[in-house]
């Protein structure tokens, strides 16, 4: 009996496949009925039940899993030799339940409509719609710089524990929920994540555990990136699954914290992506804005470039190869470019609002 019911749950996973494959093709059925409807709840299920533990559950179950897999393969080695059929059987079935679970658990956001239209915003922007943005993003960093600092050749440090910007982070949320009602952020569930040490060599400073949707960030990263990147996975948390959207909707929430570090964060994270974007369509451009950035500004970018580079190994392009087609499977097509891709929110949404 049991045998028939793994079958069946392997099987399940053709049915599913194509199910999603269908949702893919509704964004606004997805938006409504699971981005509106069922996930904001089941989110703060799982958020009530598990926010309040001072440690990641998530990391200790992932833990668990790899030990309980590991184990299982040894274990059930000759078995794949004696009754491969059986064994290929129970692989699929496991994940089967996985990939149900992860699906309804959050991935179905992926699906939901692209967040320029809810936000009435256009896809695209030209050079000059970004050089216009991105100066106003110099003035106002510069100025956020000056406010806190006082000169012009020092990096900001945050004196904050990385402990206490966690507590602090849901304040912009709830700040932006004036605005943006669907941004509502309660209750809080982010933690350091417990594989902070493989997690930066792998080049990630977080990422959402989609089965138990605890944010997790990397503990090692420079206290400056806390703020914009600990807002960025409780973005992930709210509903947005695309890397830009949350970079966005991070963004954001940073600067429209009470606290003027985040407001810090926010707007040079802003600034940064925008520079970039520049430098890549006209490095002569680059170099005229770039001299406009305080130097302390560039001091915290040098900062968190160092910081990666001291943890550069020949597996990160690997991983991020595999993170980019996972990304790539789960309708962002440009994979890691994705990130990037902020730029046009960021642009069109900024060219109309005050920085």
Same mark, same amino acid.
């Given at each position: =009996?049991? /045998?028939?019911?793994?079958?069946?749950?392997?099987?399940?996973?053709?049915?599913?496949?194509?199910?999603?494959?269908?949702?893919?093709?509704?964004?606004?059925?997805?938006?409504?009925?699971?981005?509106?409807?069922?996930?904001?709840?089941? *989110?703060?299920?799982?958020?009530?039940? @598990?926010?309040?533990?001072?440690?990641? &559950?998530?990391?200790?179950? +992932?833990?668990?899993?790899?030990?309980?897999?590991?184990?299982?393969? !040894?274990?059930?080695?000759?078995? @794949?030799?004696?009754?491969?059929?059986?064994?290929?059987?129970? #692989?699929?079935?496991?994940?089967?339940?996985? !990939?149900?679970?992860?699906?309804?658990?959050?991935?179905? $956001?992926?699906?939901?409509?692209?967040?320029?239209?809810?936000? $009435?915003?256009?896809?695209?922007?030209?050079?000059?719609?970004?050089?216009?943005?991105?100066?106003?993003?110099?003035?106002?960093?510069?100025?956020?710089?000056?406010?806190?600092?006082?000169?012009?050749?020092?990096?900001?440090?945050?004196?904050?524990?990385?402990?206490?910007?966690?507590? =602090?982070?849901?304040?912009?949320?709830? $700040?932006?929920?004036?605005?943006?009602?669907?941004?509502? +952020?309660?209750?809080?569930?982010?933690?350091?994540?417990?594989?902070?040490?493989?997690?930066?060599?792998?080049?990630?400073?977080?990422?959402?555990?989609?089965?138990?949707?605890?944010?997790?960030?990397?503990?090692?990263?420079?206290?400056? =990136?806390?703020?914009?990147?600990?807002?960025?996975?409780?973005?992930?948390? #709210?509903?947005?699954?695309?890397?830009?959207?949350?970079?966005?909707?991070?963004?954001?929430?940073?600067?429209?914290?009470?606290?003027?570090?985040?407001? !810090?964060?926010?707007?040079?994270?802003?600034?940064?992506?925008?520079?970039?974007?520049?430098?890549?369509?006209?490095? #002569?451009? &680059?170099?005229?804005?770039?001299?406009?950035?305080?130097?302390?500004?560039?001091?915290?970018?040098?900062?968190?470039?160092?910081?990666?580079?001291?943890?550069?190994?020949?597996?990160?392009?690997?991983? /991020?190869?595999?993170? *980019? *087609?996972?990304?790539?499977?789960?309708?962002?097509?440009?994979?890691?470019?994705?990130? *990037?891709?902020?730029?046009?929110?960021?642009?069109?949404?900024?060219?109309?609002?005050?920085?």
């Amino acid at each position: =009996m049991l /045998k028939h019911v793994k079958l069946v749950v392997a099987l399940s996973i053709i049915p599913q496949y194509l199910l999603i494959k269908w949702l893919a093709d509704y964004p606004d059925f997805v938006e409504r009925y699971y981005s509106n409807g069922f996930y904001p709840v089941m *989110s703060k299920i799982f958020r009530y039940t @598990l926010g309040w533990m001072p440690f990641s &559950f998530g990391d200790l179950v +992932y833990a668990l899993a790899i030990i309980y897999i590991f184990r299982w393969l !040894y274990v059930n080695r000759k078995r @794949l030799i004696k009754d491969p059929k059986h064994w290929v059987i129970d #692989v699929i079935c496991a994940v089967s339940i996985i !990939y149900f679970a992860f699906h309804l658990f959050w991935a179905l $956001n992926y699906y939901r409509l692209p967040l320029h239209k809810n936000l $009435n915003l256009k896809a695209d922007y030209n050079t000059e719609q970004l050089i216009k943005v991105t100066k106003k993003l110099i003035e106002k960093s510069n100025a956020v710089y000056y406010e806190i600092a006082h000169n012009d050749t020092l990096k900001i440090d945050i004196p904050y524990s990385k402990s206490d910007i966690l507590e =602090m982070a849901p304040v912009g949320y709830k $700040n932006l929920k004036n605005s943006f009602p669907e941004l509502e +952020y309660q209750p809080a569930s982010v933690k350091k994540s417990l594989f902070s040490y493989p997690l930066t060599y792998m080049g990630f400073s977080g990422y959402l555990n989609p089965l138990t949707n605890e944010a997790q960030v990397d503990a090692m990263i420079p206290i400056y =990136m806390f703020p914009t990147t600990t807002s960025h996975e409780m973005a992930h948390q #709210v509903g947005y699954a695309a890397e830009n959207e949350a970079n966005f909707i991070g963004c954001l929430a940073a600067i429209n914290h009470d606290d003027i570090y985040f407001k !810090y964060s926010g707007y040079t994270f802003a600034l940064r992506f925008c520079l970039n974007e520049i430098a890549r369509r006209d490095e #002569v451009l &680059f170099e005229e804005l770039y001299k406009t950035v305080n130097k302390g500004i560039l001091y915290n970018y040098k900062e968190a470039r160092d910081f990666w580079d001291a943890y550069d190994n020949p597996l990160e392009p690997i991983l /991020k190869l595999t993170y *980019s *087609s996972y990304l790539k499977a789960n309708k962002q097509a440009k994979g890691m470019e994705s990130y *990037s891709y902020v730029v046009a929110l960021l642009v069109n949404y900024f060219e109309k609002q005050p920085i």
